[in-house]
């Protein structure tokens, strides 16, 4: 089974900064099957990224993300008060699924 | 834009089962995989197993082995899951999500289990 570690726990920043989330994996994740997950409290996950580097359907361009391996990283360029969320890393290459344990953004 | 519309909320007592669906509105389940991931109450999220409704494939997480079933109804485009030998760690909000490539690109709202005596 692959554990994904995240990192920070959490994260403080006044608006308009910007974020940068790490998800490591152990062992290393095959080609590029990690996706990033945003979840609001009280409300279902939505997809942000999948294969890696790109962006769900209607993610603004200030998400972007990257990674290969064992080492993947989610940015927020100018975070905005609506990005105040747990941010979940997942990896799907092979089974079990297995998600990161989160980091929670505040934004304020 | 695909709409999954999960079951209710459900209090049942240790050592039964739960059941709960999920139907797909505005597109369809089709060839598309569809998991169970929950999450406890402050918890991050588990996947736990998937369907491909058309092809009737199942993958369980083996921590799940032998307590999940998950099922499709084509005719009606609802998948369902249940859950047996409840405990209360089982306590939990579970959602379905339809799969693309693998990643979960549409999700249900989300149905609460509460298993308390």
């Known amino acids: 089974e692959i554990v994904l570690t995240q990192s920070p726990g959490t994260l403080s920043l006044p608006p308009g900064e910007r974020a940068t989330l790490s998800c490591r994996a152990s062992?290393?994740?095959?080609?590029?099957?990690l996706a990033w997950y945003q979840q609001k409290p009280g409300q279902a996950p939505c997809l942000l990224v999948y294969?890696?580097?790109n962006r769900a359907t209607g993610i603004p361009d200030r998400f972007s993300a990257s990674g290969s391996g064992t080492d993947f990283t989610l940015t927020i360029s100018r975070l905005e008060p609506e990005d105040s969320a747990t941010y979940y890393c997942?990896?799907?290459?092979?089974?079990?699924?297995?998600f990161g344990q989160g980091t929670k953004v505040e934004v304020k | 834009q695909v709409h999954l519309v999960q079951s209710g909320a459900e209090v049942t007592k240790p050592g039964s089962s739960v059941k709960v669906s999920c139907k797909a509105s505005?597109?369809?389940?089709?060839?598309?995989?569809v998991s169970w991931v929950r999450q406890a109450p402050g918890q991050g999220l588990e996947w736990m197993g998937k369907?491909?409704?058309?092809?009737?494939?199942?993958d369980y997480a083996e921590k799940f082995q032998g307590r999940l079933t998950v099922t499709a109804d084509k005719s009606t485009d609802t998948v369902y899951m249940v859950l047996s030998s409840l405990t209360s760690e089982d306590t939990a909000v579970y959602y379905c999500?339809?799969?693309?490539?693998?990643?979960?690109?549409?999700w249900g709202q989300g149905t609460l289990v509460t298993v308390s005596s």
């Open positions: 999500a339809r799969d693309y490539n693998s990643y979960h690109e549409y």
């Open positions: 505005g597109g369809t389940f089709s060839s598309y995989p």
């Open positions: 369907i491909i409704p058309v092809r009737g494939i199942l």
């Open positions: 062992p290393t994740i095959s080609r590029i099957y």
């Open positions: 294969d890696t580097s």
């Open positions: 997942q990896q799907y290459g092979s089974s079990p699924r297995t």
